[in-house]
């Protein structure tokens, strides 16, 4: 009988190598940012931002509670180990989105996982609980879905996408419901009202206290490629007369594809009540301008509408001028549309734009309402217009 080979002078080769190449690996050398923790809300409702960057020259802190008027950012402090921190408040409970700034270029927070989706840029989101920010917190209560859709759009030639909040209850459910139609502003996408924006818990909280009535929202994606004749546009001046007329001629191609595919998806694919009493539409800043732009055109298609830091620049001649058919139908508009509100922040560089509607729908005797709050052009500020409009739609 031949004995069988051992297998021991294999398995002490392989340990051998095993171990003279572990021996030749260069170690890593632990470092700060191994440990570091960013942001960290504080006791006093501080909140610290770090980030471990050894090599750099200059990083500063950008974030929306600055343009709401409620702290600074800045340039962070470096310490000797290499970490860069700074530390900022006391902030009001609420959701907030911040980004770095490191030797110019735009930086992530490495170590908050919480992101901000746009078409071009990220940015990162942190919450901080308390009382004032329970009507967007996640809270144990019955929770909705959030479903990502596809459709084809016409407008364009190509697959677009939206997400669509069902209230809790729906897939059980027979009943048709009504649909809010919800649109987010420049720089951002479809996800918007579902991450910054918070609509789905805003909407579960809202239920759950019986304050607003179950709906459908849609979140389209508004962000349509930019048209190579749209001149540049800086926040807080007045745009020129051909900047106008190019974002009219893109407010009316976002129209053209919510009223040809957004609107026929949604009925065909979800069950609601499709007519106008049952249709709410709004808009923050970019998404304000496509929702004012929808209500002049199909003014009979939507019984609810809200327009959020937008409105018209200083030359409110050209807008009468584009619009005369549907300032010329006040008693007709008035009778259609139950709700009409006008919404702005003091510090919002939309004020005046938004003024000049009201003062322009005032002047043909269309009904509405302005709402000017405190803070900036921020997601702050959407959020409670949103919480504050939900109780008032289908009613």
Request: hydrophobic share 40%.
């Amino acid at each position: 009988m031949n004995a069988k080979p051992s297998l021991l002078p294999l398995i002490t080769a392989v340990l051998s190598l095993s171990f003279a190449v572990s021996a030749q690996a260069p170690r890593r050398e632990p470092t700060p940012n191994d440990t570091l923790k960013s942001p960290e809300v504080l006791s006093d409702s501080r909140v610290a931002f770090r980030i471990y960057a050894p090599k750099a020259s200059e990083v500063t802190i950008g974030g929306d509670w600055i343009a709401q008027g409620l702290g600074t950012g800045g340039k962070l402090t470096k310490e000797d180990n290499g970490v860069w921190s700074i530390i900022v408040g006391p902030l009001p409970p609420d959701f907030y989105s911040y980004s770095f700034t490191v030797d110019g270029v735009r930086t992530l927070d490495p170590k908050n996982p919480m992101i901000k989706q746009g078409i071009s840029s990220l940015d990162n989101m942190f919450f901080l609980p308390g009382k004032e920010a329970a009507f967007e917190d996640n809270r144990p209560v019955p929770h909705g879905k959030i479903h990502l859709e596809w459709y084809q759009s016409t407008t364009l030639g190509t697959q677009r996408r939206l997400h669509i909040y069902t209230p809790p209850g729906y897939d059980s459910g027979r009943e048709p419901l009504p649909v809010f139609y919800l649109l987010h502003g420049g720089g951002d996408e479809d996800s918007g009202w579902s991450t910054i924006g918070r609509a789905g818990f805003i909407l579960d909280n809202l239920l759950a206290e019986n304050k607003a009535k179950p709906m459908i929202i849609a979140m389209p994606n508004g962000s349509l490629p930019r048209p190579a004749n749209l001149p540049a546009f800086t926040p807080g001046t007045a745009p020129s007369p051909e900047a106008v007329a190019a974002m009219a001629a893109a407010q009316e191609r976002f129209t053209s594809e919510l009223m040809k595919d957004i609107v026929p998806y949604v009925e065909k694919n979800y069950r609601v009540l499709a007519n106008r009493e049952n249709r709410a539409i709004a808009g923050l800043s970019m998404g304000g301008g496509q929702t004012l732009r929808v209500l002049t055109s199909h003014a009979d298609q939507f019984g609810y509408v809200a327009i959020w830091s937008a409105g018209i620049g200083q030359n409110a001649a050209d807008f009468e001028k584009r619009n005369e058919a549907f300032l010329k139908a006040a008693e007709k508009i008035n009778q259609q549309v139950k709700l009409l509100s006008i919404s702005v922040g003091d510090k919002d560089f939309a004020l005046n734009g938004s003024k000049n509607l009201a003062d322009l729908l005032k002047k043909n005797g269309i009904q509405h309402e302005l709402q000017i709050s405190g803070g900036g052009h921020t997601w702050i500020n959407w959020r409670r217009y949103l919480n504050e409009l939900a109780p008032r739609l289908f009613r």
